[in-house]
């Protein structure tokens, strides 16, 4: 029977929008699943992905520069010069095919880069819960949902627990939407059908299980076929530096221009179609028509290079901004530290403090007290606490390996195949599996009502459970807030009032571990009065307190040493946790950004964020002396955020919950969790971290002020051999010499070479140690005055080299000497590509021929020059006539003087500023080696 995509299910009750696509509420099996995806096909969107060649090409038409070409064409036609009509053409098709070359590369990076994030969804098959990507959804599976999941098919709501929506991206309706499962009337608005989920839109609140009622393009998404999760290429400040660029370039040659026609016109006295022919080649070859092209290049490569080093682009420009990141505002858990969390220690309601064995999220270990083993049987608060660990968890421990698209998912940590879920939920499960492990049934067997899940406003979680028809609200959460929350405390013999020296003990207890860097976590419950079937926050109060557990998370190997390169990078580290006070300064410490001299500072260490309001006044000047921030909010986090841009920092912070978006958005990059973070906090972010490391950040940061220098040394490249070429021929024209060049002879040398040296600067690694300087200033003018040495020398050493060979050659006819000077300004542009590798560092500690990308520029550079001037067909077409190989070799050589000249600058100027540099930075070396034991 045909599956009905399109039925109204909102209009009918559940139970008959379950027959109806044939599903049941435990999920289809594996083999049905798959039955149906091989009818209805995959869960996607269709028809957006994919460049299409044809467009893009026509595309390069479109451009500015094409018009003034084609103006020139029409001037050498009015003019009576066929040949150059043909070869003007001829460019004009060169320049497009080049730019399409560079634009099809950048796009399939920024589709490749599409394609590395992954929407994944957990969904029930066979009855059993397992995570499978989006994609893979088919009408009819059972999908659950939590808060901030974006929601991956259409689907009829089954069950939700204070569920809400935000329905923005279909509706345009920004306030959240609480969804009920009851059946609509069935000409509802699509706003309206509030017992259905849609597709791209995301899950704000609470929890869902939902039938699939449509997938891909029948979804409500799908009929509009807008695409989501799309790479956005705006940026403000990237544009405004690139815009600011163009036009300082776009001045200067047509100031250039209108010199050449103005001295060759009216002080010289050309004729008239011949000065006008030269003006427009030299303004249309000064133009730095490549130039976005170029720059989109950069981009794609540094988005690339990150991407290799698990620092996922999803907003392109994203990469240069990470350049000028001065703060950077990181969250603990998982960043800086592994997140493998292991419970360590017990401190029971009945005095006893236990030792836990074992690492990691594998299930053997023991508990004990005194080096003696501790069970259930014998302790019964132990027995509760463990019990709770158990019940009040949404993790999943697995340990079979039958995950669907398992192909890449190999290579990470073991762990990860075994544990699903919040890390700190996994450590709790693994603690109960222990004792379990040691001793079946150990634990009684509770069936779960109800769950409200942990949510980092709240700092708790709680579930109604279930025992031999005994109903109580199981919670667990950050110790001071349940402590708040109870009111007796379990001892061996029951529960009996909790008192003020035994708050004060559990207290001394916390700081105590908090100290150490643990994070600790209270367990709590209470009776659930008269039959309740659902748990809601209001109702948590009035507990008993069972006991906290100290967990463990190491920091991970390689975070000390990328805090260290940033702080002698010019960035200051912040962080921003919802953790316990002590717990975070513990790990600033162990992570370096605390240090020891910060701590006779006037300002404290690490301050919780209630201690932050009662300072309200001082707040400006706290965030800017403080480093650490604990049991911080969302919205404090955006407070801050707010704060230091104002002060003029670009900020990159990193976030993975629903809330977090807010900040995230307003971050200039704003950072999100691969594994961790939700889907919201994704979309919301301009890079996705594939392995939440904070090291990755400043691996990342590395790589985008490596893409501000090529962005900077490409447009120097450009800017010196036009401005140099451009002078040559205001310097000939005013003695009174023929035109060194022919129009055509112009507008091939420089579309061909700046066209093809220029991919080559694109691809330039990073030299030196990059994360010793500042970080590049907001907004820095990609051309600087530093281009300034390098535009005198390079026209000096083109007028000198053009000039002497016009006046060598120029008894000899005016061919040979316009084919000379043209082999000397087409070698000395190639040469100086080599100079602008690195504006600083000398060619030969960079290596010479250390970017392959120019290596092969050069030759295919040098190629089409010898191929134009030495092939009889090309040679006439072009006037030119060809000198002797040994002449060539002599200006070969002479042109490379370009090099020696920049590099005898370089040694004045920079020489003893950076004496020897190694390639390479220290701290990002043998990180891997470093990998400690859990
Ligand atoms: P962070 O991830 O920055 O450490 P969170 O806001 O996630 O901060 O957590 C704050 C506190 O809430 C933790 O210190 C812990 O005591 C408690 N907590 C965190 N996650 C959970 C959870 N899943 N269940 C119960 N309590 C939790
Ligand atoms: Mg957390």
Known sequence: MELDQRYPYHSIPVDEALDKLQATKEGLTEEEANQRLNKVGPNELTGKEGINPVLLFLKQFKDFLILILFLAAGVAWYADQRVDVYVILGVILFNAVLGFLQEYRAEKAILALKNMIKQETTVLRNGKPKTIEAKQLVPGDIIKLEEGDSIPADARLVSGKNLQTVEASLTGESLPIEKKTDPLPEKSNLGDRLNMLFKGTHVARGTATAVVTGTGPHTELGKISKSLGDIKTTSTNFRKKTQRLAKQMAVISIVTSLVVFVLGYYVRDYAFEEVLLITVATLVSSIPEGLPAVISIVLAIGAKRMADQNAIIREFTATEMLGSISVILTDKTGTLTKSILTVKSIFLGDDTELEVSGSGYATEGDITHNEESVSTSENAVLAKLLFIAKECNNARLSGDKDKAGSDE???????????????????????????????????????????????????????????????????????????????????SDGPRELTEDQRQQIQDKMDDWADHAMRVLALAYKEAEGGIDSVSAEQVDGLVWVGITGIVDPPRGGVRKAVGACKSAGIRVMMLTGDHKKTGAAIAREVGILEPE???????????????????????????????????????????????????????????????????????????????????????????????????IVRAIREGRIVFQNVRQTSFFLLTTNFAFVFVFIVAITMGLPFPLTATQILWVNLVTDGVMELGLAAERGHGEIMKQKPVEKDANILDKSVVPYLLLMSAVMLGLSLGAFYYYLPQGAEIARTAVFLVIAMTQVFNTF????????????????NKYVNIAFVVSVALQLLVVYTPFLSNLFRFDPLPIPDLLV????????????????????????????????????????????
């Open 835 to 850: 100079n602008m590798r690195s504006i600083d560092r000398s060619l030969f500690t960079i290596g010479a021929f250390s």
């Open 598 to 696: 910060n701590e006779n500072s006037d300002y404290p260490e690490a301050m919780q964020e209630d201690e932050l309001e009662d300072r309200e006044n001082d707040f400006d000047e706290l965030v800017d002396n403080v480093s650490v921030f604990t049991r911080v909010s969302p919205n404090t986090k955006l407070r801050i955020a707010e704060h230091l841009q104002e002060k003029g920092h670009l900020i990159a912070m990193t976030g993975d919950g629903v809330n977090d978006a807010p900040a995230l958005k307003r971050a200039d990059v704003g950072i999100a969790m691969g594994i961790r973070g939700t889907d919201v906090a994704k979309d919301a972010s301009h890079i996705v971290l594939s392995d939440d490391n904070f090291a990755t």
């Open 891 to 934: 200006i070969f050589l002479l042109s490379s003087t370009v090099i020696w000249i920049a590099e005898i600058y370089k040694k004045i100027r920079f020489g003893k500023q950076q004496p020897d540099i190694p390639e390479g930075e220290e701290w990002m070396k043998d990180e891997n080696n470093e990998k400690q034991k859990v």
């Open 409 to 491: 998912e190999n290579d990470k940590e073991s762990e990860d195949d075994k544990a699903s879920g919040d890390p700190t939920e996994i450590a709790l499960l693994v603690l109960a599996k222990k004792a379990e492990a040691k001793n079946e049934g150990a634990l009684p067997e509770a069936q779960q009502l109800d769950d409200l899940p942990f949510s980092s406003e709240q700092k708790f979680r709680a579930t109604l459970v279930e025992t031999d028809g005994k109903r109580e609200i199981l919670v667990v959460g950050a110790p001071e807030k349940i402590l708040k929350l109870s009111s007796h405390i379990l001892d």
